[in-house]
């Protein structure tokens, strides 16, 4: 064994002085094919990046400006900077929207890093209220040729002006916001400001000529030949764009964005409401595998998103809750339809307060309530709802439970317990099941007794001791 392993250790020997060179050439070629195949994929690569066509996000922005709204818009500016997007171009046609919202997407504008042009378009679009403060935040600021722009006076989410403290606070507030970005835009803040305090609107020349806005454009190529090589200011500093051989990229909003947005609606909200009392009052009202209750618990939570986006009323919610327990105690408690009639009217209070009163100073613009058909056409159904299962139960309690011949004379002598003290009335168990029983000849019977039916009445059972007094 010794032997062996003095010749294994030979023969490694004579292979390591024979073939050392040839190793080591080898390695040193396949380095050097292997770097150059690196530097081939890396040249490569920087060659197609190279080539990679510029975009353009174009993102829509109309409807009512929301927090969902606000939500788009910042996920659109951070995809675009996280692309590497050229541009980013906002179309706008809203007649306003929140004003936590709009700050939200102002601040988002101010605080982009990839040059951001807002275009009121197309003919005949506004950018009335909120998309004033939104349009003029932009970097640059183009309009079609028939569109408008201001009328941002602050006002409830009725319509209606703000009592007076409160008005000039607010009025104050977004007035200075909007010179503030006027000022860092190079805008014509005096006029600006007049959209809030005058509610004064501009055509697209007349804004063009007062400074408000920096170009009319008849559709987005027109804009992108316009803007090419023009420089537009970011939170980083002023960026010189190219629009010349892009793409154009349109982003729409998610699926989880547009049903948020459809849930942003008042009356979306009141029917989410009143559907989730239905559920939990047919739940209480009739218990069974509580289906009822948890699409009622859905619905609720459902109308929790859709206040989440809106300037509601804790007391319209507070008037709709009621209206739901009045509606409830109706049914378990069927009388002169007093809890009914409460509760219908309660609703249609909760419905016209929903939206009205507090964080109503939280819009300008369009009006946030209830739809007074929607409102009607809950109210009705809620009353025919109430009415027709009152009504069931009053007929279901005064009813006279059917017990067949056969069942009945089955149970007549059979003796039973008392499960509850017969005095004169009480419960006695009756093949696994607890009957309500009466003694006869007005008997007390304690419980745990054994008695035997004499006569069966419906479900009522008269009974007697199995012992006879004497």
């Known amino acids: 064994m010794l032997v062996a392993w003095f010749n294994s250790r030979r023969i490694l020997e004579q292979g390591r002085r024979r073939f050392p060179r040839a190793i080591w050439r080898a390695a040193w070629i396949a380095a050097i094919l292997f770097g150059g195949l690196l530097w081939t994929l890396q040249d490569t690569r920087v060659d197609a990046d190279s080539h990679t066509p510029r975009e353009i996000f174009v993102v829509e922005l109309d409807g009512a400006i929301t927090l969902v709204t606000e939500r788009f818009i910042s996920r659109a500016l951070k995809e675009a900077e996280d692309d590497g997007a050229e541009l980013v171009v906002i179309r706008i046609d809203t007649p306003g929207g929140a004003l936590e919202a709009t700050r939200d997407i102002v601040a988002d504008l101010l605080a982009s890093e990839v040059p951001v042009v807002s275009y009121v378009a197309p003919d005949g679009a506004r950018a009335a209220s909120a998309g004033t403060f939104i349009t003029v935040a932009a970097g640059l600021a183009a309009m079609a040729p028939t569109t408008n722009i201001g009328a941002a006076a602050v006002i409830t989410g009725a319509g209606e002006d703000l009592p007076e403290t409160l008005g000039k606070k607010v009025t104050e507030d977004t007035a200075a916001l909007i010179r503030s970005v006027a000022e860092l835009r190079g805008r014509n803040s005096d006029a600006l400001e007049a959209t809030v305090r005058e509610a004064l609107a501009y055509t697209a020349s007349e804004a063009v000529e007062l400074g408000v806005v920096d170009l009319i454009a008849v559709d987005l190529a027109d804009l992108l030949d316009q803007i090419d090589g023009r420089a537009i200011p970011t939170a980083s500093g002023s960026r010189v764009v190219s629009t010349s051989d892009v793409t154009i990229r ?19 909200a009141f029917l989410l409401l009143s559907l989730g009392g239905l559920g939990l009052i047919v739940e209480i009202w009739s218990p069974g595998f509580g289906i009822a209750g948890a699409l009622g618990l859905g619905f609720l939570i459902l109308a929790y998103a859709s206040l989440g986006s809106l300037p509601f009323s804790w007391a319209g919610v507070a008037l709709i809750a009621l209206a739901a327990a009045l509606i409830a105690a109706e049914m378990h408690a069927p009388g002169g339809s007093a809890f009914g009639v409460a509760g219908v009217i309660a609703l249609i209070l909760g419905g016209l307060f929903l939206f009205n009163s507090a964080g109503g100073s939280d819009i300008y613009g369009p009006s946030v309530k209830v739809n007074l058909w929607v409102l009607g056409g809950v109210a009705s159904t809620a009353a025919a709802m109430a009415g027709w299962l009152a009504l069931e139960l009053r007929r279901s309690r005064s009813a006279q439970p059917y017990v067949s011949l056969t069942s009945g004379e089955a149970l007549i002598g059979q003796t039973v317990l008392v499960t509850q003290a017969l005095n004169p009335s009480g419960e006695v168990f009756v093949a696994g ?4 029983a009466s003694a006869t000849g007005g008997q007390v019977v304690d419980s745990g007794a054994q008695v035997v039916i004499r006569s069966v009445d419906g479900l009522r059972l008269g009974v007697e001791p199995v012992d006879e007094p004497d």
Not at 250 to 266: H, I, K, M, T, Y
Not at 433 to 436: A, D, N, P
């Open 433 to 436: 099941e607890h009957w309500q």
């Open 250 to 268: 349109e982003l729409d909003q998610s699926f989880v964005e547009r049903f948020l947005g459809f849930l942003a609606d008042p009356n979306v």
